[in-house]
């Protein structure tokens, strides 16, 4: 069996159905969204110097950034991004594009005047997004000082002239800061990232050996370089290697390092090529399916080869479809992995929070804007409104959605021979719930969700646990779920294993003939505990 995008091949009669739902405008136009990056994705799958006493070979000047334009008009900033062509971009109706300058200028507000932290190891996870934000605020000669002054590590960094090219996270933002921010960077120091990229990329950084810390001492709990040793961070999490991979593959093409970009070319086809065969390892992750997402913004928004940005496109018009099956009005729920468990409010998830700058359609402003964020705001892409539509569920309910998902580690031998996770989906009318199933125990699996209208709050959440902590999600070894539709049963082993229930406060509970109801906005939900 083997799956495109969120819907499963052997189940395209669900898929059929599930798309016959919407009018018929929205119907054509959700097919054609979620499917036309298949139709893409057919057409596409078409020893230097590194001493830092030596000097730096010549080299032309930096295309660094197609400028940007920045804007205040009614009061509210504005982005034009750097310019990607038409045939690449999904376009929004003005009154689409005015409700996300509203929404990034809350953000935008958000991070305005604070402080924006440090460049030691990968704390520019944190601090670029900072500064870059507090740019777009009108902050510009302190943000820019803070993104151009000396890397606190750079002695570990001196074969890239002191450019920190290793950390997976400060990768995507020193790609963001080289081509989006490069204009107003002082133009020596735009030179040093180009040399260092250069330098970077003249092979393949992934396994080459570090200048001092070779291939790491291999001991401890950290990621530091000196543990991890070469180039480039190595970890292969979905979100990592996303911004490895897309990092390597810019610069290389930056810096005229041909074959180091083909090696990356390559690597990026075979990753969408996976999205849309298979899926992702860390599917629906609330805490990482946004950090994917935002390093494959920096591709679409920067590469110069249009079958790479069209690869862009159809990665991202796939990841936004799968996280709008998932994101409800502020929540996001229904089975994820890689679930930490501490996300089941509104805006509780990173995914949400990144989501919502796009599709909205919740109650009250988002508290607390993912970093991340910086990305979207300053970037062409947008959504197909087919993809729109389906995450304000502009489509007729009830309709379940039924879907396969891989194996964590896909990319391993036989990783991509049959699905690991089955998954249904059913969207009623004021509420939606979803379940998975898997043939083995996986701790970091949350496997049933559910959340309801709530006119207040935008969504509240029952979720379901057993054993260990209360809120630790996880399918736990002989537990069994089964889902049609709005009905569930969970079966677990007859042994001292609770079940944990997360239970709206304003839910009230009765219990007739050892059937407990839920009641909370909606009409009641049974639930018979096994006896």
């Not at 998902?405 to 009318?429: M, V």
């Amino acid at each position: 069996m083997v799956s495109y995008g969120i819907f499963s091949q052997d189940r395209g009669d669900q898929f059929l159905r599930f798309a016959m739902k919407f009018p018929s405008k929205l119907r054509y136009g959700l097919m054609a969204g979620l499917m036309v990056a298949l139709v893409q994705w057919g057409a596409i799958a078409c020893n230097p110097a590194t001493s830092p006493n030596l000097p730096a070979s010549p080299v032309p000047s930096p295309s660094a950034s197609v400028a940007a334009e920045i804007s205040d008009t009614n009061g509210l900033i504005r982005i034009d991004p750097p310019p990607v062509a038409p045939e690449f971009r999904n376009e929004w109706p003005a009154e689409l594009e005015e409700e996300f300058w509203q929404r990034a200028n809350v953000a935008i507000e958000h991070y305005t005047d604070q402080n924006y932290g440090n460049t030691s190891g990968e704390n520019e996870k944190k601090s670029y997004p900072l500064a870059m934000f507090d740019f777009l605020a009108g902050n510009r000669e302190k943000a820019i000082s803070f993104l151009e002054n000396e890397d606190v590590d750079a002695g570990d960094h001196a074969h890239t002239e002191g450019i920190d090219y290793y950390f997976a996270f400060t990768l995507k933002g020193q790609i963001r800061k080289y081509f989006f921010f490069g204009e107003w960077l002082d133009s020596d120091y735009r030179q040093r990232m180009f040399e260092g990229a250069k330098r970077w990329t003249e092979e393949d950084p992934n396994g080459r050996s570090h200048p001092l810390y070779g291939n790491g001492t291999g001991t401890g709990g950290d990621w530091s370089i000196e543990r991890r040793g070469g180039w480039v961070d190595s970890r292969n999490t979905d979100n990592l290697r996303a911004m490895r991979e897309i990092a390597v593959y810019l610069m290389a093409e930056e810096t005229d390092n041909e074959e180091t970009r083909q090696l990356y070319k390559q690597k990026l086809q075979r990753y969408v090529q996976a999205l849309h065969n298979i899926g992702m390892g860390e599917w629906d992750s609330e805490n990482y399916h946004g950090h994917t997402f935002s390093a494959y913004l920096n591709l679409y928004d920067f590469a110069k080869d249009p079958e790479v940005t069209q690869l862009a496109k159809a990665a991202l018009d796939w990841m936004s479809a799968a996280g709008a099956v998932k994101y409800y009005r502020g929540g996001f729920g229904g089975p994820t992995k890689r679930d930490y468990g501490s996300s089941n409010v509104v805006y509780g998830s990173a995914a949400a929070r990144l989501l919502w700058q796009y599709f909205g359609d919740a109650v009250g402003d988002n508290p607390e804007p993912e970093r991340d964020a910086i990305h979207v705001i300053t970037s062409a892409y947008r959504p197909p409104l087919a993809v729109m539509a389906l995450a304000r569920r502009e489509f007729d309910r009830p309709v379940e959605l039924l879907a396969t998902k891989p194996t964590y580690e896909n990319w391993k031998e036989g990783g991509d021979e049959k699905p690991a996770y089955w998954e249904t989906t059913f969207f009623g009318q004021t509420y939606q719930m979803g379940s998975v199933a898997a043939s083995f125990a996986d701790g970091d699996v949350g496997p049933f969700k559910l959340m309801a209208d709530n006119s207040e709050r935008g969504v509240d959440y029952f979720v379901v646990n057993t054993g260990g902590d209360r809120i630790r999600p996880g399918k736990r070894e002989g537990d069994q779920i089964g889902q049609y539709r709005n009905l569930l049963i969970w079966l677990r082993p007859a042994a001292e294993r609770p079940f944990h229930f997360q239970i709206p406060k304003t839910a009230q509970t009765e219990i007739r003939d050892n059937i407990w109801f839920f009641n909370w906005r909606i009409p009641g939900w049974p639930f018979t505990p096994s006896t």
